[in-house]
């Protein structure tokens, strides 16, 4: 059996049948993804638009294309007719390009958002209280065309598995306190992205919904 049909069975087998598997193919060749493809994945996770949107022409259209990487707005366009989830929303500003770029495609776009969970000094992301003050500003509620699914978190780059703990924890908790709350419409949650190669399995432990996983399944990456 070929390396990348391996690794994905390995990784299928280890983790709950609630756990959806993002295969992060980040950087590897189309034929790479085509393997994934072929032993049934069809998720795929991608960190630059551009990539996702010549990987997205040249691959089965009933692959599910999730954008996991930091958003630069002017590139929303070229993705909104077939993103299936974008994972990093951390401004309202994104959101409403999300938003215009969804109704120009006459569709809804799943999103998201972004919390800061690791202690480590990160750029991107909410923290908990700017997320629950969002959720409620009348701005956000009338964006009709994205529909907040859920929560994405990355962990400390770090070996400490309490501080990882810590982190997954907390964020779950933050999401099964919003989840009981009245939200609007546009926000549905039910996903809780949280968890890479080297921490999925703690981080499933710890309330994940969502893995993304690239170099257990692909091998390691030259750059990026
Ligand atoms: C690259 C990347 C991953 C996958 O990382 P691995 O350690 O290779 O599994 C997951 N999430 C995000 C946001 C990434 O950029």
Redo the contacts with the bound molecule.
Sequence with gaps: MESIAKNLQIIRQSIPENVTLVA?S?TKPISDLQEGYNAGQRIF?E?KIQEMVSKYDALPKDIQWHM??HLQRNKVKYMAHFVDLI??VDTLKTLKEINKQAKKNNRTIKCLLQVKIAKEETKFGFNFNEIEVLLSTVEFTELKNILIVGFMG?ASFTDNQNQLKDEFSSLNSFFQNQKEKPLSENCQLETLSMG???DYSLAISKGSTMI?????IFGN?NYN
């Design positions: 992060v980040k996770g960190n996991i990487g994972h990093g990355m890479m190669s080297g993304r996983v690239g170099s257990a990456r």
